[in-house]
């Protein structure tokens, strides 16, 4: 979990700052993927899904 939680902060911090300056190509196009696998196994994943849900029902309910 430790790992997985430091490479989720790795991935975060490099796409941060890929984003930050524009630069998009297939590195950052690869850097956003693993962000999102590693992510997905951390405990942030449910609260994640639930916020997603919400937003896709508020914005039917409008």
Known sequence: MAITVSLVALFGLV??????????????????????????????????NDLTTAVVNAIGNL
């Open 15 to 48: 796409l941060f700052f890929l984003l930050r300056s524009k630069t998009l190509g297939y590195g950052s196009a690869f850097i956003a993927i693993m962000f999102g696998f590693y992510l997905a196994s951390t405990g942030a994943s449910q609260p994640m």
